[in-house]
């Protein structure tokens, strides 16, 4: 089924300009969760065979996961909960509603199965999103969100403007990430050093135990030293709380020449090495801290290589463009057999 869309729908969606074939796709997908005969069919035509895993306390039917990016709104999850994903990650949504970055910001690289871009967290914002998520309602599958900070705050304000978007979405979220490694905003290089992330992290997780603990992510960057790495899985161990590794990379490792000028953070196939390199890393310090394992994986080989790399959780996008809704599908049929 996944040729279907390799030789008909993707040839079409991709004689769009990226971004508009993204637009195209909310919409189609808005119109599509309204109905709840579509939804029902879609359930069945793309789940995958069940391969349940508990991390932190929550139940996942199966451990392939949505990536942040997609669905910056929380405005099309109830369609995604019906393409055989275990839980999504969504956002990344800020306080304010944000602009984000001048298009074009969005760019395909077929040759090497991969992306750039540098979208900057455009998205409508915290208020925006919890209306979303109050009128969609809960799924049958578990919901992350990620939270970010605004463009226009400042790193002294950050541990403020964190906590308040977390504090209008918490009743919707079964768990949460705090995006520490957007590479398209300015001061990326300072937002992962464990000095901020802790002014950050203490004032969350104040709030998370006051309110009743939910499970808490740090989404953290692939360009990563072992010694930062190291760190950070270091700081998750303190406080309880999990990594997701990795957000997109700075590298131009594995891409045309052409490319390597184009600013942005480069995702799919060419990172698949570089955040697998931080799973490991991570694993040194920790055999238990919970990890999603993101970046790179555009075939099914891919995520079960990172779940034996020690990942509980992993997530897809830049694949997901690739080879289309049965992708989730695809990687559980091949995980059921080989995974053992
Ligand atoms: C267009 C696009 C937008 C993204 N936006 C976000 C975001 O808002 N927040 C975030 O944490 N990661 C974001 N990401 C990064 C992905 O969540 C993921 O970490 C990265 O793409 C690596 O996974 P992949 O190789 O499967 O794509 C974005 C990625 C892409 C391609």
């Known amino acids: 089924m996944g040729d279907l869309y390799?030789?008909?729908?993707?040839?079409?969606?991709?004689?769009?300009?990226?971004?508009?074939?993204?637009?195209?796709?909310?919409?189609?997908?808005?119109?599509?969760?309204?109905f709840d005969f579509l939804t029902g069919r879609a359930g069945s035509v793309f789940s995958g065979p069940d391969a349940p895993v508990e991390v932190m306390g929550l139940k996942f039917r199966n451990?392939?996961?949505?990536?942040?990016?997609?669905?910056?709104?929380?405005?099309?999850?109830?369609?995604?909960s019906k393409l055989g994903f275990g839980f999504l990650e969504l956002g990344t949504v800020t306080l304010h509603a944000q602009a984000g970055n001048p298009r074009p910001r969005l760019f395909r690289i077929q040759e090497s199965s991969a992306i750039i871009n540098r979208m900057g967290l455009n998205n409508a914002g915290a208020a925006e999103?919890?209306?979303?998520?109050?009128?969609?309602?809960?799924?049958?599958?578990?919901?992350?969100?990620?939270?970010?900070?605004?463009?226009?705050?400042?790193?002294?304000?950050?541990?403020?403007?964190?906590?308040e978007?977390?504090?209008?979405?918490?009743?919707?979220g079964d768990y949460f990430v705090l995006n520490i490694s957007c590479p398209n905003v300015p001061d990326a290089g300072r937002l992962c050093r464990p000095g901020y992330v802790l002014s950050v992290l203490e004032p969350v997780m104040e709030f998370m135990e006051s309110m009743g603990r939910k499970p808490?992510?740090?989404?953290?960057?692939?360009?990563?030293?072992?010694?930062?790495?190291?760190?950070?899985?270091?700081?998750?161990?303190e406080y309880g709380t999990g990594l997701a590794a990795s957000n997109t990379a700075n590298s131009r490792e594995g891409v045309p020449e052409k490319?390597?000028?184009?600013?942005?953070?480069?995702?799919?196939?060419?990172?698949?090495?570089i955040s697998?390199?931080?799973?490991?890393?991570?694993?040194?310090?920790?055999?238990?801290?919970?990890?999603?394992?993101?970046?790179?994986?555009?075939?099914?080989?891919s995520a079960l290589k990172k779940l034996k790399l020690g990942a509980n959780l992993v997530e897809v996008y830049t694949g997901m463009i690739y080879n289309g809704p049965f992708f989730v599908k695809e990687i559980l049929k091949y995980i059921a057999l080989e995974g053992k």
């Open 6 to 34: 390799k030789n008909f729908l993707r040839p079409l969606l991709f004689l769009l300009e990226p971004e508009t074939a993204h637009d195209l796709t909310i919409n189609l997908a808005k119109v599509f969760q309204k």
């Open 63 to 80: 451990p392939v996961g949505l990536a942040a990016g997609f669905d910056k709104n929380c405005e099309i999850y109830r369609f995604l």
């Open 129 to 163: 999103a919890a209306k979303n998520l109050e009128r969609i309602g809960k799924t049958e599958i578990p919901l992350g969100i990620s939270i970010g900070k605004n463009t226009d705050c400042s790193l002294e304000k950050a541990p403020e403007n964190y906590l």
């Open 165 to 172: 978007t977390l504090k209008i979405l918490y009743p919707h």
């Open 216 to 237: 808490l992510f740090i989404k953290i960057p692939c360009d990563l030293t072992g010694r930062e790495t190291a760190g950070m899985a270091n700081i998750a161990v």
């Open 259 to 273: 490319w390597k000028t184009e600013k942005g953070g480069l995702s799919g196939a060419p990172l698949e090495e």
């Open 276 to 301: 697998n390199k931080i799973i490991s890393g991570i694993r040194a310090v920790s055999k238990t801290v919970p990890v999603i394992g993101t970046g790179g994986v555009t075939s099914p080989e």
